[in-house]
């Protein structure tokens, strides 16, 4: 499952930027959605490895806000608190692993994520 395949410089850094660019949500509000979509949508057609990666980031940054919002009534009960520190977290090892990946060539798959673009 963690062949690596013999990719151009250009899709391997497409692949990558899909992911990196979900960190824009840590800056700016729906960044991390933003993102990815635009990166996504201007390779998609060009490149499967970046259509591939593209559609998992997205997957991926849709999981984890459809949990945070779960998460957040939670916080009255203070379990919430440390489910939201987990998303985070997660989400930040998660896209770095990625993105390494992606640029080496490498499938990764994301833990908790549910496949909403298939």
């Known amino acids: 499952m963690n062949?690596?395949?013999?990719?151009?410089?250009?899709e391997r850094n497409w692949a990558?930027?899909?992911h990196l660019?979900?960190?824009a949500g840590f800056f700016f509000p729906f960044g991390g959605i933003i993102g990815?979509?635009?990166?996504?949508?201007?390779r998609k057609d060009e490149?499967?490895?970046?259509?591939?990666?593209?559609?998992?980031?997205?997957?991926?940054?849709l999981s984890v806000l459809?949990?945070?919002?779960?998460?957040i009534p939670l916080c009255f009960l203070l379990i919430g608190i440390p489910i939201i520190i987990f998303l985070g977290t997660l989400k930040v090892?998660?896209?770095v692993i990625a993105s390494v990946k992606a640029s080496k060539g490498?499938?990764?798959r994301y833990p908790l994520s549910i496949p909403f673009i298939q």
């Open 106 to 108: 490498e499938r990764f």
């Open 16 to 18: 990558m930027l899909c």
């Open 47 to 61: 490149s499967e490895w970046v259509n591939e990666n593209g559609k998992s980031s997205m997957n991926f940054q």
């Open 66 to 71: 459809l949990y945070v919002v779960l998460a």
């Open 93 to 95: 090892v998660c896209i």
């Open 36 to 42: 990815p979509l635009i990166c996504w949508l201007s």
């Open 21 to 23: 660019s979900a960190f």
């Open 3 to 10: 062949e690596i395949r013999e990719l151009s410089e250009s």
